[in-house]
């Protein structure tokens, strides 16, 4: 059946972390992103006043995922065990059957959140969703209801690598990108696909349904004799409209908030944006619009390239990299991170570039720093060794942690209980003991904590009875 096309972003969507996009799709299976999917869709968008989720512990039955989530049966263990692991979410509760005067449970999971280190795009760096500022896309509620629970893993990476992709990057008016130019190479190498075939079919499949449409095919430019990638964007549901209706105009594709509808949640975070006005449709183009390239010259070429892979659309990108060189952009993108960019960050960086900014202070000043340690052989400051203390304390705990984890699967039920009571008397207030007893990923690495510390004071007989290997 074709689809009609997403809602635009005056209705109903979810402000997901951009982390389901960059390490969940790609990296992990469809049961795996389906169930992520589904806990992103049932706490995210159900929103207080506020803007905070209503509940965050959310109650899972096997029925639940199969009706709603679309997980086979013989996958939701495998695909629970996966998520719990990879650290997307964590179990909060247990699920338990029927037993003998006792009632069954429902599993509760939330959602892993990390607000301790840096954004993370890879599995082995991924601790949990990042909750700082940013990082975050408004995605249609159709792309997890339907496309996400129906379609196969291939379509909805190429779906959702378009989505990421367009209005996943933000300009500096605030609005989001309608088109992006998308290889085959980088496709596959974003969602980890490394089948051609099966990729051809997968967008194939999504632009006949109607999930996404080519705007322009890819090809040699010959002004430069470059590969051209191929530019898809997303079907929206009024373009869809116009279409059959035989209209020869196409509304604005409008990307401005507002109070959620039908999905529950009474307001959103607090990013609002605005898109573009009013835009003929794709094919009613002419062919000279439809095929015309952006023209690069050849010795701005390398500018260009890095501009767009920075986040810029290519008029933008061929703007800035006339007016300035090769160096001077390279510098002025490593630099930005150093200018603590607010959440319009292409926005300050085409300033940058544009008004040829000075190094930042905090640049200036460390290199200061640095230089007067050098010339006087003095010590660091005394802030500077505390925070490189409590860093190198963080990353201890969490080697031991991992050090003494697979000792702690090898103990029986009763060396665990001792250990978890052991645990449970260390805590010196209500709120962390109530913690303990509710939250598993907590007591456990509260346990292990503990175990480290009776292993390294226990003596050779405690560490032989744990098989410790010594480092």
């Not at 049966?73 to 006792?102: H, M, S, W, Y």
């Not at 085959?184 to 449409?213: C, F, M, P, W």
């Amino acid at each position: 059946m074709k689809f009609n096309g997403f809602e635009h972003l005056t209705a109903n969507y979810l402000y997901c972390p951009n982390q389901f996009f960059d390490v969940c799709l790609p990296h992990h299976s469809r049961g795996t992103v389906r169930l992520v999917a589904y806990l992103l869709r049932k706490t995210l968008g159900w929103l207080d006043r506020e803007g905070n989720p209503i509940e965050q512990e959310i109650s899972i039955s096997y029925r639940d995922l199969i009706n709603e989530a679309g997980i086979s049966r013989g996958a939701i263990r495998k695909a629970l065990d996966e998520a719990v692991t990879a650290g997307f979410i964590i179990c909060i509760q247990p699920g338990k059957a029927n037993g003998n005067n006792q009632a069954a449970e429902t599993a509760q999971y939330a959602l892993r959140w990390d607000a301790d280190n840096d954004y993370a795009k890879t599995p082995e760096a991924f601790n949990g969703f990042f909750v700082g500022e940013g990082y975050r896309t408004p995605i249609p509620n159709s792309f997890f209801d339907l496309i996400v629970r129906q379609e196969t893993l291939a379509v909805v990476k190429v779906v959702g690598t378009v989505l990421r992709h367009t209005v996943g990057y933000q300009n500096q008016f605030g609005g989001r990108r309608q088109i992006a130019p998308l290889s085959y190479s980088y496709i596959q190498k974003y969602v980890n696909l490394s089948d051609r075939s099966t990729l051809s079919a997968a967008i194939q499949h999504a632009i006949e349904t109607g999930y996404i449409h080519c705007v322009q095919k890819g090809g040699i430019d010959p002004s430069h004799t470059t590969r051209r990638p191929s530019t898809y964007a997303i079907r929206w549901h009024e373009q869809a409209h116009r279409e059959v209706s035989g209209s020869k105009t196409r509304p604005a594709i409008r990307q401005r908030y507002k109070i959620q509808t039908s999905n529950g949640s009474e307001t959103r975070p607090a990013e609002r944006f605005k898109n573009q006005t009013e835009e003929k449709p794709q094919e009613n183009n002419t062919d000279k619009q439809q095929n015309k390239p952006t023209v690069v010259a050849v010795e701005n070429l390398e500018s260009f390239q890095l501009l767009q892979h920075a986040g810029f659309d290519d008029e933008i990108a061929r703007d800035l990299s006339q007016k300035r060189g090769l160096e001077e952009i390279q510098q002025q993108i490593e630099w930005l991170s150093h200018r603590n960019p607010d959440r319009n960050s292409l926005g300050m960086l085409r300033r940058a570039i544009e008004g040829n900014w000075l190094k930042p202070d905090s640049l200036l000043i460390k290199e200061k720093k640095q230089q007067h340690f050098q010339s006087n052989h003095t010590e660091p400051v005394e802030a500077e060794i505390e925070e490189e203390q409590v860093t190198a304390a963080k990353q201890e705990k969490k080697r031991r942690r991992e050090q003494v984890r697979s000792i702690w699967n090898e103990l029986t039920f009763d060396e665990r209980t001792r250990i978890e009571q052991s645990a449970l008397e260390q805590l010196n207030s209500e709120f962390f003991r109530d913690r303990f007893k509710k939250n598993e990923e907590f007591r456990v690495n509260h346990c292990l904590d503990v175990l480290s510390v009776q292993l390294e004071s226990g003596g050779r007989e405690v560490k032989h009875r744990f098989h410790l290997i010594a480092q």
